[in-house]
């Protein structure tokens, strides 16, 4: 704390991401990444912009990338925002799209930096606490409010909604904008991208940090029909209007194109998502149904903080959240096969040695 904060410093509760130590030999299952990373052709497309064009400014518009995503949904560039990471296209939504007067409305438990940007931008909230099945429950949100923002697979519980019931919250509120953010949509839940031409009050976020394993080089993007996106595009103008440099815009392009390659990963992936499930349930833990590319669990007996501490004194990371409801789940990336049978073999050490 200092005098010389602005009094708003001093309201701020931080997001607090995963940890990315620098450890040999680690298992890291803590932060949904990719464990097969991106397509060679992005890795490919990046080296060449390096050597020919990186003492230019990048395009502002990231034209390339919003006309090549919104091509593949048969859209014009001009439904695409595109930023430095969802995290940024989502601060932008914040303070372009959210604050109405009214409570914004987001379930109790999700992504947490919703409350903090909440906070950071002075947007009045109420958490929708899920249901006792830890889903989300549509009819929940049949209440006055002034925006909602659903993540869809919800984090971290990951279970999905299926898009019959995000259409009938664009219905039932349609003056106000609802905001699903599709951070883990590739890995099993329905995209509502398709709904985009038909309701003014949608806007999809989703990145490349999970399906097209590009988390380190920070592109997600919103869509959703022209005034949207330009309310986000006054934002980004007003605070900074590179938000993608080149590397970025490159890379994403040549990633987004290999079609081929995302779809194989994502499948891979998903079977060892099945196959991890099933042996976490054999050790005695509950696990919710995921869309996502992560397991949310908690064992019978055992406490949730307990286990993530034993597992990382093996050099296995999950991670563990110490909030209400939640505080007995861990929440466990997909990584590879071999990586899942690790992090198997340590819980099983884990479960025998605490009994
Ligand atoms: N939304 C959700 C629900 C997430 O879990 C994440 C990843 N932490 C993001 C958005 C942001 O991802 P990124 O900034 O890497 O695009």
New binding site residues.
């Given amino acids: 704390m200092s005098r010389f904060w602005s009094p708003l410093v001093h309201t701020l509760t931080p997001y607090v ?2 940890e990315q130590p620098a450890l040999p030999d680690l298992t890291k299952l803590n ?2 990444e990719n464990p097969y990373g991106p397509s060679p052709r992005a890795l490919a497309a990046i080296t060449a912009e390096t050597t020919e064009t990186l003492r230019l400014y990048p395009d502002p518009t990231a034209h390339r990338l919003r006309e090549a995503i919104a091509k593949s949904h048969g859209l014009d560039a001009n439904h695409i925002f595109a930023g ?7 601060a932008h939504v914040f303070q372009a799209l959210l604050k109405h007067g009214k409570p914004l409305l987001f379930p109790d438990v ?2 947490s ?1 919703f409350p903090t940007y909440c906070r950071l931008y002075a947007i009045d909230f109420r958490a929708v606490p899920l249901d006792d099945t830890m889903a989300v429950r549509i009819s929940d949100y049949r209440q006055p409010c002034g925006a909602i923002i659903l ?1 869809n ?4 519980t990951g279970t999905a909604l299926p898009l019959t019931e995000i259409e009938a919250l664009l219905i039932d509120h349609p003056d106000q904008v609802v905001v699903i ?1 599709e ?2 949509v590739d890995f099993g839940a329905e995209s509502a991208i398709p709904l985009v031409a038909h309701y003014p009050n949608l806007l999809v ?6 399906s097209r394993g590009l ?1 380190g080089l ?3 993007f919103a869509v959703g029909q022209p005034p949207l996106i330009e309310a986000l595009q006054r934002v980004k103008d007003s605070f900074n209007s590179y938000p993608l440099d080149r590397l970025a815009i490159a890379g994403a392009v040549a990633a987004w194109e290999d079609r081929a390659w995302f779809e194989d990963k994502r499948d891979r992936i998903v079977a060892t998502r099945e196959r991890l499930s099933a042996a976490l349930r054999a050790l005695q833990f509950e696990v919710l149904p995921s869309a996502a590319n992560f397991l949310f669990a908690r064992h019978a007996t055992l406490a949730g903080a307990q286990v993530a501490a034993e597992l990382r004194s093996r050099a296995i990371l999950v991670r563990h959240f110490p909030k209400p409801r939640i505080h007995d789940y861990l929440r466990i990336s997909i990584g590879t096969d071999e990586e899942c049978e690790k992090l198997l073999s340590g819980l099983a050490d884990v479960i025998a040695s605490l009994k």
């Fill in positions: 991401a995963g932060t949904n430095n990471g969802s995290d940024e296209v989502l999700t992504y930096f993540p697979p919800n984090a971290p953010d951070a883990y976020t989703q990145t490349f940090s999970k988390a920070r592109v997600g």
